[in-house]
């Protein structure tokens, strides 16, 4: 959100189509965290995130998440194409 312009922001919003989670392994209380977040398509309507957690001592991954995102218009309330605009600032 940091990168948008507040012009982007009143043109779009994201929905979420779908979210998956695989636990690896567990954290404890006291165990530091490293994530690691980043777009691997963007394409169409629909945009992928991956989300990796880790145990940042032993650099272990914990869990990883793949969520689909649909770009939608505060106009119409439809989905629409991702503009490139919008494909530059997730790289």
């Known amino acids: 959100i940091a ?17 998956h989670i695989q636990y690896k392994a567990e954290a404890v209380l006291g165990d530091q965290l490293l994530l690691k977040t980043y777009v691997t398509k963007s394409e169409g309507l629909r945009s992928t995130r991956i989300v990796d ?8 991954l914990l869990t990883t998440s793949e969520t689909i995102w649909c770009l939608m218009s505060h106009e119409t309330h439809k ?5 490139q605009e919008i494909i530059d600032l997730l790289q």
């Open 3 to 19: 990168n948008t312009t507040t012009a982007l922001r009143e043109m779009y919003y994201w929905v979420m189509l779908s979210h």
């Open 53 to 60: 957690i880790y145990n940042q001592k032993t650099n272990k």
């Open 79 to 83: 989905p629409t194409r991702i503009t």
